[in-house]
């Protein structure tokens, strides 16, 4: 893939940002309202073929949607991590379909321009083709998502097709697969030496079973690389260099909501932790002082 130092050259092919499409010029909604046009998966496409890079953040219900929607974020996964980032589990593994339903449908709701993934939980897809299929309708008509992703290899070909066939877009994720964590010894990197042909052969293999994009995380940027370049669709990463079309993150890592250890691939935008506690700490004092409520918001 082309390397540039320019973000998105020539990114006016993704539908128009907030505030600056055609229909921003009807007085009769605010333009910073303004539903811009929907991203599909076919702009991905072209972002890939164009050399053009798109972003995508996780989101789980409706202000992160929103605000992450008009500031341009191209994706949001509405990712199995809601598990461990609003649920409070420790991983992703005991999270529900009937869990990440709700949250999928508001941030469908919230998102007027992003193209919306919900994440296919641990437990829904891999029993059978039939299986998948039926959680994949079940996160496109309740949930409202307009794409699912699935976590596995070569192996999970037949799910994709099927899903695909039954007018369900999916995205492949491979390299680190969380929801195997247990089988993959703990967190850590996938595709080292001999594994890397079988990074490709897996992204060759899903992408040729219809997969709209593959997402690879904790993947050496080399053979992220040589996978971007083996497959036609294009290719998300975390943790996995810069070769890939598109970057992930979990949101409340990027803004440093999240406290604790953050993986290498992390990189924090924001200090919301902090910004968070000193107000809920004022507040607080404040409380305790008899400075709030003030005049001003007494009736
Ligand atoms: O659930 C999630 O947040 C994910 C990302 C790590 C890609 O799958």
Redesign the pocket.
Known sequence: MAETNTPNPGGAEFPAPYGTGPAANDSAISADRQPAGRIRIHHLQQAKDSGRRFAML?AYEQYTAEIFDQAGIEVL?V????SNNVFGNET?LPVTVDELLPLCRAVARSAKRALVVA?LPFGSYEVSTHQAVASGVRFLKEGLAHAV?IEGGSFYAETVRAMVQAGIPVLA?IGFT?QSEHALGGYRVQGRGDGAQGLIEDAIALSEAGAFGV?M?MVPAAVAEAVDSAVSVPTIG?GAGRATTGQ?L?WQDMTGLRGGRMAKFVKQYANLRTILSDAAQTYGDEVRSGQFPGPEHSF
């Open positions: 996780t996964l990712g199995d991590s809601a992703s994440d992703k994720h969380p997402l995380e975390i992930v979990v």
